[in-house]
Every structure is written in structure tokens, then in C-alpha cells.
């Protein structure tokens, strides 16, 4: 019971209760009453379709660019575009993807964005001026480690998290679904060494070669560089404007596009720098603060520790100052590869000095996959067997059913939906789970799966987030160190606390005749 409280002071505590009920009505909201199959759903207080917002709205107004300026982060859900929990109007914004100008169609959930707008009084509502999407990473999957949770394109590891998308060409829609040799587009974050995937497609027009990283082992001469490892040879390669210098330096954030990938050398034919790329977007928004500093967002992953006061998040220089505040973490705890929100100005010399850095935690140790018994928008809640699961302002929406809804929001959910649920144990009664992804799917095997945290168990039965799961002789059992375990020797191993996954039927409402029961580690499965 000590490692389940432990497990549990840890655990997610959402910003805000899907606080985007302004964002809702601006887009026409959905409806309440009946689901059209004689169930019941309960419409949020006063009519309407939205969610009720939090005291405070979905940010704090004194902070980045809730005063007007750039957000740097993933795209969770459309009606418009959502990130970092706030609707941005994008109807007279210019989107461009991969360079070009393109519709918000073009966009998808998973792609890491820079949206230069303005954020309303309410907190969760935008206007977005411009918005930038740009694939990090594209070519051929050389290798694929499952149980380390990553693999390779292009020399490069790509990391696969809890919240990562993988499109629906890929079956099961998980690193599991990956080949060797599919040729991938990929969205995500830039870390020391790696790529940190938030969302991945096949690339059906095998269009050739990209890869953003920092240029080391720079010959000027030769004409040649390499990107963690990766070598390029930029002998026939175009090169942009904006290289500070006029050429290419070493430790320059650059963007490489081939045709030719041979021996494991890409042969570059356009090289753009992008260096701050906030900074560069400044020079061209109109939504700087009353003292003239640029205000921003952004989130990711530490790509390098400079200094006790300086690091890199995705690349862009970041300073600590006296001033600055911290949550759920301090200076100290700053390191390669951690997660990390940054709210705060650009300077006059393009570095992003902070005022709040936040701590995120990418652990997500709860999935649900079930039909939806239950939906009260007015709470953002929706419930699945029993349990009841909390919508927030950041949670990914996506419909891989055959509805293919877009924008698929929570209004759009139905009472009988099958949805996969990713997600972490709330801290608040009001719910059991905290949902960060939200896919629906087709359920094709009238299966349900479950994993969470043991509460309590005694031969045949175990609880697992208030779900009675009952086990019977021919229910097959795996612990970690033992792939055939029998029913007693499983039952003998486990205590409340640990992490098990589950896979069945349900047969009442809160209830699960179990197939198959796994030990799992202390985080989550990919």
C-alpha cells in the first residue's frame, strides 16, 4: 500500500476541467439530451454544448502569450485549432506546413506548431495571426526496439511516448503497428540526441529525405557536416537567408532536405536555418507587449544545459533569472531530455529570458479501451466501465472510427462510442482518471482492455480502479519474469500497487471477465 500512496502523490493534477466551454459556443457548441440511442447525457448547466470553464479560464493572463505573442507547442484538438489548452480562431490566419502555404486542413493532431495570435480575456479562446507546422524528421524506419519504446529514421532515435498519434495506416495504431522499411513523417520535439515523436504518418509520396538537428564536425572545405551521427554532404545543397553568418556554423539548428540518401550519407539539395525560429517570427508580429518584448510559450524537451542559468528547450536558448518561478521542480532539477514548459519574453538578443517554468510529467500508467456508458459535459466527464474519466483543455482528440468526425471533440462523443483512453489517476474526487489522449475507434472483437494500478485482490478476483476483474482457470497470466504463470503463481506475485493490464470482456457494468492479465513495469506500455 506505501508503493501505491507513493505512486499516487505523484500523479496528474489537470490545469483545468476542459475548460473550453467559450471555445465550444464560438463553434457552434453540440447538443444535449438524448444520444439518438435512448441514452441520456447530461448537457452542461444553461443549455448549450459547451464545458463549464474553471474560475480563471484555461490560463493565467499575466503570463506569455495570454498577453499576445508566440506559442510553440502540439496541436490536441480542431474547431479551429487547440493548443496548450486555448482555441485559436485560425479563419484569417496564414498556416503554412513544411515551408508552404496550406489550409488547417492540412493540419493534424500530434503536429507541433508556432502560432503567433493573441489569447482572450476568457483564458481559453484565440485569435491565431500565423500558423507554422514542420515535420522534424522523414525517411525509411531502419530499426525498431518495442521494449525500449523507440526507433530509428535516418540514423536518428525516435522516442514513442503514451500521448504519441501514429495514423490510421498503421495496424495496431502503436510502435507495435511499425515496420522496417516504412517510410514515416514525423512531428515532435527535439531533444539531446533524439526525437521525441508526438505524431507519425506514412509518408505515402516517399518524397525524399528531412531531418532537423545541429550541425557538429562541420567541414567547410568538403562541404560536409553531421546531425547526431548522420552525415551530410551539402555540396549541391541551396542554402537560406537567415544563416547568421551567411554560412553554416557548428551548433546551428538547421533543416535538411534530400532526394539521396546513399551509404549513410544524405546528400543535402536545401539547408534552412532555424536557429530561434521564435525570434525570427517575432521581427514579423504585431503583438508585442506594451514594453516591446516578444511573449512566449513553449514547450518540449531540454536539449542542453549551458549553465546553472541557461538551457536549451528544442533547440532556443533559455535564461533564469532571479525572478523566475518554478512548479513542480526547481532550477536544480533542469537535465537532458526533461520536459519542460517555459513561459516568458524574448530579449533583445533572442533569447528566451523565463518567468515561469513548469515541470511536466509524461508518465501515463492508465488505459482504457471500453464503450462509453455515460457523458456529462457540463463536468467534462465520460464515463467507461464505471470509471469515470475527466476531459481537460489538453487532451488529443482523434476519430480513427468509421465516422471519421472532424473536428472530433468532446461533443462529438456518444453514449455506446468505443474509445481508447491514455491517461493518469486523478487527484480529484470528482474523478477517477485524467484523460490526455482520446481516440475513438471501430470495436472490432467486442473486447475490453484495462491497465492500472492494483487496489486490492484475493483469488480469483483483482480491483483495478474500482473494476472487479474476475480470472478463471483458462485465463492466461504473464509476469515479468515469468511468460506462462498459473493462476496461483500470478496471484502470489502481485501486490496493490502494481501496474496490470488486462484484456476481456465486460459483463456488468464495472466488470471484466478477464482472457488475458499482464504484470507490467511501472510505466506505460508502448
Not at 514548459?341 to 515541470?359: L, P, S, T
Request: net charge negative; charged share 25%; glycine share 12%.
Amino acid at each position: 500500500m506505501i508503493e501505491l500512496l507513493s505512486k499516487l502523490a505523484k500523479i496528474h493534477r489537470p490545469t483545468a476541467a476542459l475548460a473550453v466551454a467559450a471555445a465550444l459556443a464560438a463553434c457552434g457548441g453540440g447538443s444535449g439530451g438524448s444520444s439518438g440511442d435512448g441514452s441520456v447525457v447530461t448537457p452542461p448547466p444553461g443549455g448549450g454544448g459547451g464545458v463549464t470553464p474553471p474560475p480563471g479560464g484555461g490560463g493565467d493572463p499575466s503570463i506569455g502569450i495570454d498577453r499576445g505573442g508566440l506559442l510553440y507547442a502540439e496541436i490536441t484538438a480542431f474547431g479551429s485549432i487547440v493548443v496548450r489548452g486555448v482555441r485559436y480562431d485560425t479563419t484569417n490566419a496564414a498556416v503554412t506546413v513544411d515551408d508552404l502555404p496550406a489550409a488547417q486542413s492540412a493540419l493534424s493532431v500530434g503536429d507541433v506548431v508556432l502560432v503567433a495570435g493573441t489569447v482572450n480575456e476568457d483564458g481559453v479562446t484565440g485569435v491565431a495571426e500565423r500558423v507554422i507546422a514542420d515535420d522534424v524528421l522523414e525517411g525509411a524506419v531502419d530499426s525498431i526496439d518495442l521494449a525500449a519504446g523507440r526507433f530509428t529514421v535516418l540514423e536518428q532515435t525516435v522516442m514513442v511516448t503514451a500521448d504519441t498519434i501514429f495514423d490510421d495506416d498503421f495496424t495496431p495504431r502503436t510502435l507495435e503497428g511499425l515496420t522496417t522499411g516504412d517510410v514515416v513523417e514525423i512531428a515532435g520535439f527535439i531533444g539531446d540526441g533524439q526525437f521525441i515523436a508526438t505524431r507519425v504518418e506514412r509518408d505515402d509520396d516517399n518524397d525524399g529525405f528531412e531531418i532537423v538537428g545541429y550541425v557538429t564536425s562541420l567541414d567547410s572545405g568538403a562541404r560536409t557536416f553531421a546531425i547526431n551521427g548522420l552525415a551530410v554532404d551539402y555540396s549541391g545543397a541551396s542554402l537560406d537567408d537567415d544563416f547568421p553568418a551567411g554560412a553554416i556554423a557548428d551548433g546551428d539548428l538547421v533543416e535538411v532536405e534530400g532526394t539521396v540518401f546513399d551509404s549513410g550519407t544524405l546528400f543535402a539539395d536545401d539547408i534552412d536555418f532555424w536557429g530561434n525560429r521564435p525570434r525570427l517570427l517575432c521581427d514579423d508580429f504585431d503583438g508585442d507587449d506594451d514594453d516591446g518584448d516578444c511573449e512566449v510559450e513553449i514547450e518540449g524537451y531540454v536539449s542542453a544545459v549551458t549553465s546553472d542559468t541557461s538551457f536549451e528547450l528544442n533547440g532556443i536558448r533559455v535564461l533564469i533569472n532571479a525572478d523566475t518561478a518554478f512548479e513542480d521542480g526547481t532550477a536544480a532539477d533542469i537535465a537532458i531530455n526533461v520536459q519542460l514548459e517555459v513561459d516568458g519574453f524574448i530579449n533583445a538578443d533572442g533569447v528566451i529570458v523565463a518567468e515561469e517554468i513548469d515541470f511536466e510529467d509524461d508518465d501515463r500508467p492508465i488505459e482504457i479501451e471500453a464503450p462509453v456508458q455515460a457523458i456529462d459535459l457540463g463536468n467534462g466527464l465520460v464515463t467507461l466501465l464505471g470509471i469515470r474519466v475527466q476531459m481537460t483543455a489538453t487532451t488529443r482528440f482523434e476519430d480513427f472510427s468509421a465516422a471519421q468526425a472532424f473536428p472530433f471533440r468532446a461533443e462529438d462523443i456518444r453514449v455506446g462510442d468505443y474509445l481508447e483512453i491514455i491517461g493518469t489517476p486523478a487527484a480529484d474526487a470528482g474523478a477517477d482518471v485524467v484523460a490526455t489522449k482520446i481516440e475513438r475507434a471501430d470495436d472490432d472483437d467486442n473486447d475490453v482492455s484495462l491497465q492500472g494500478f492494483v487496489e486490492s485482490l484475493a483469488l480469483p478476483d483483482l480491483v483495478i480502479l474500482g473494476v472487479t476483474v474476475q480470472t478463471t482457470a483458462n485465463t492466461e497470466f504473464e509476469l515479468r519474469d515469468n511468460d506462462d504463470a498459473s493462476q496461483a503463481e500470478f496471484f502470489g506475485a502481485i501486490q496493490p500497487g502494481e501496474l496490470v493490464d488486462v484484456q476481456g470482456i465486460q459483463i456488468s457494468e464495472a466488470a471484466i471477465l478477464a482472457d488475458e492479465v499482464e504484470q507490467e513495469d511501472d510505466e506505460i506500455d508502448d
